[in-house]
């Protein structure tokens, strides 16, 4: 079945720091993958996606390539702000499933610190 | 409104008893989803309402779970006879109903504590 793994949180970094967030995923068939992101107090928005291998995608600074021989999405961001603080979601969505459910990582946990 | 509304944003329930949870979409949008966020979990689907269509209810985890949609647009996630596990945020989230989900919109959430 579909699953997605990201990092455990919390992660701590400096502010200007650089981001890696790893995300990996299992599907049969060709997923479509997303990042979203929950900051405090409010609800979850997309930040980005892809949806075919090698598309990258991009959004506030933040980017994520579609790996599929790796079957990685990592979350990248070159130098981070303490507005990035919140929490980061992984997911995939199968186009096979009619209803288009996402399938979700745990989350990860970012704090920056001034 | 501007965005998906849920209430409450919290609820403190005896084990036992029943609880509704509301959900007010944006406008407009035909497809409502429901999701339960358990600590240190990623979000786990529980129900789909697209328009006028019979729901898919496979998500929902007992027979104590059920939902339904009004009109095509409030949606109500009723839980009865309340357990210490069901605890957890309950999201609810609506889209235009396209094939993307770039056009999920999500609410706060309703975190629920069964004591």
């Known amino acids: 079945g579909n699953s997605v793994t990201q990092m455990e949180g919390p992660v701590t970094l400096s502010e200007e720091a650089f981001l890696t967030i790893n995300c990996t995923y299992t599907?049969?068939?060709?997923?479509?993958l997303f990042w979203y992101v929950q900051y405090p107090g409010e609800g979850l928005q997309l930040l980005l996606k892809?949806?075919?291998a090698d598309d990258k995608g991009s959004n506030k600074g933040f980017e994520a390539t579609y790996r599929k021989e790796t079957t990685s999405f990592h979350l990248e961001k070159g130098s981070v702000q303490v507005s990035d603080s919140a929490v980061y979601f992984c997911?995939?969505?199968?186009?096979?499933?009619?209803?288009?459910?996402?399938?979700w990582g745990a989350g990860t946990k970012l704090i920056i610190k001034p | 409104g501007a965005g998906v509304s849920q209430s409450p944003s919290n609820k403190v329930t005896e084990k036992g008893k029943d609880v509704e949870l509301r959900c007010d979409p944006i406008?407009?949008?035909?497809?409502l989803y429901w999701y339960r966020q358990s600590l240190g979990q990623g979000l786990e689907f529980l129900i789909y309402?697209?328009?006028?269509?019979?729901?898919?209810k496979s998500g929902l985890p007992s027979d104590r779970f059920s939902a339904e949609r009004t009109g095509g647009s409030v949606s109500t996630l009723t839980i009865q006879r309340t357990q210490q596990e069901d605890s957890a945020v309950y999201l609810c989230?609506?889209?235009?109903?396209?094939?993307?989900?770039?056009?999920?919109?999500f609410g706060s959430g309703t975190q629920l504590s069964v004591l």
């Open positions: 989230a609506s889209s235009q109903g396209g094939t993307s989900h770039e056009k999920l919109f």
């Open positions: 406008s407009g949008h035909t497809a």
């Open positions: 309402f697209q328009g006028n269509s019979a729901p898919d």
């Open positions: 599907a049969t068939g060709y997923p479509s």
């Open positions: 892809a949806t075919k």
């Open positions: 997911a995939l969505s199968d186009t096979r499933d009619s209803n288009y459910q996402l399938i």
